[in-house]
Nanobody, 119 residues
């Protein structure tokens, strides 16, 4: 099984920045997706953004222009750079990996999450 370990969460004031890391235990398959999700207390999990094996990166409208996803293939690590953080960004953040299908990603593996608090 693939294991994912997030790190980099913490507490920050509004307007601040954090960078989350997600270490993936094995190299990704040829057609893969790596995604970031978040879940605020009492709310459903929501997709934040993702990248796929073709290098396409997409973001939720709520974070577009503030968050950036990048990948270091040599380290099997994906990053989520979060700038201009807002209190509404407070959530547990998860990374996930899975298979890129024709019209969507299917996420099969999830990390344990890292807490981000903006206040």
């Amino acid at each position: 099984d693939v294991q994912l370990v997030e790190s980099g969460g913490g507490s920050v004031q509004p307007g601040g920045s954090l960078r989350l890391s997600c270490a993936v235990s094995v190299s990704s398959a040829n057609d893969y997706c790596l995604g970031w999700f978040r879940q605020a207390s009492g709310k459903e999990r929501e997709w934040v953004g993702s990248l796929d094996s073709d290098g396409r990166i997409n973001y939720a409208d709520s974070v577009k222009g503030r968050f950036t996803i990048s990948q270091d293939n040599a380290k099997n690590t994906v990053y989520l750079q979060m700038n201009s953080l807002k209190p509404e960004d407070t959530a547990m953040y998860y990374c996930a990996s899975g298979l890129r299908l024709p019209t969507r990603c299917r996420y099969d593996y999830w990390g344990q999450g890292t807490q981000v608090t903006v206040s």
